[in-house]
């Protein structure tokens, strides 16, 4: 079955304490992102991928870092996690280089606590 | 600044009422449209696009969408909402760009 995976579904962990979310699609997509979803605000882009060792800033990139190494994996890590990065998290991937007119296919989310 | 708005940010209707859900965009030369939906505790997925071509685009589900350039806006529209609707439906354009944008998403709430 073609799918975004995620892992953990649901995290708590405190300040500073270093976590890596992990991601992975198994459609051979080259296109790869990472949002976080918060209440009023939607979806935010955090950081995307466009293809192996290519990764660029979205929109609210600050305490996030991001590696893709492999085509099919994007692991999410913060390196010191605080509270305010408590949120719903996304991992998205899409067929071609560029998400312009492709379908976004997501995983099941991500739900991040920090204390 | 390249940005969705869509303007209710919560909709309650009966099953089998009409709805419609509102997304406007800020104006451009190239745009490509698309709605999403977000069932209770599943992630996002496509509902409908626009690309090119046809300014009325058809969905799954019986969802439709028409493309207003004039109004910059691209409303979607089910004639006959279901309990199973219910969700969070979210607008989101492409500047032409490799950038995503979505709106905040407006709740649909079906009552029977």
């Known amino acids: 079955e073609a799918q975004v995976t995620q892992n953990p579904r649901y995290l708590i962990t405190v300040t500073g304490k270093k976590l890596t979310v992990t991601c992975s699609q198994n459609?051979?997509?080259?296109?790869m992102s990472w949002y976080r979803q918060d209440p009023g605000l939607g979806l935010r882009q955090i950081y995307y991928?466009?293809?192996?060792?290519?990764?660029d800033k979205g929109d609210v990139p600050e305490g996030y870092k991001v590696s893709r190494k492999e085509k099919r994996n994007f692991p999410l890590i913060l390196e010191s996690p605080s509270p305010n990065q408590t949120s719903l998290y996304f991992c998205?991937?899409?067929?071609?280089?560029?998400?312009?007119?492709?379908?976004?296919?997501f995983g099941p989310g991500t739900r991040l606590t920090v204390l | 600044a390249q940005s969705v708005t869509q303007l209710d940010s919560q909709v309650p209707v009966f099953e089998e009422a009409p709805v419609e859900l509102r997304c406007n965009y800020s104006?451009?030369?190239?745009?490509?449209l698309f709605w999403y939906v977000q069932y209770p505790n599943q992630g996002l997925q496509l509902l409908l696009k626009?690309?090119?071509?046809?300014?009325l685009v058809k969905g799954i589900n019986g969802f439709e969408a028409e493309f207003n350039k004039s109004q910059t806006s691209f409303h979607l529209r089910k004639p006959s909402v279901h309990i199973s609707d219910t969700a969070e439906y979210f607008c989101?354009?492409?500047?032409?760009?490799?950038?995503?944008?979505f709106g905040t998403g407006t709740r649909l709430q079906v009552f029977p």
């Open positions: 104006s451009s030369v190239s745009v490509y």
């Open positions: 998205a991937s899409s067929l071609a280089g560029g998400s312009s007119t492709d379908t976004q296919y």
């Open positions: 991928s466009m293809n192996v060792e290519v990764t």
């Open positions: 459609m051979n997509h080259e296109y």
């Open positions: 989101a354009v492409s500047y032409n760009t490799d950038k995503l944008i």
């Open positions: 626009y690309l090119s071509g046809s300014t």
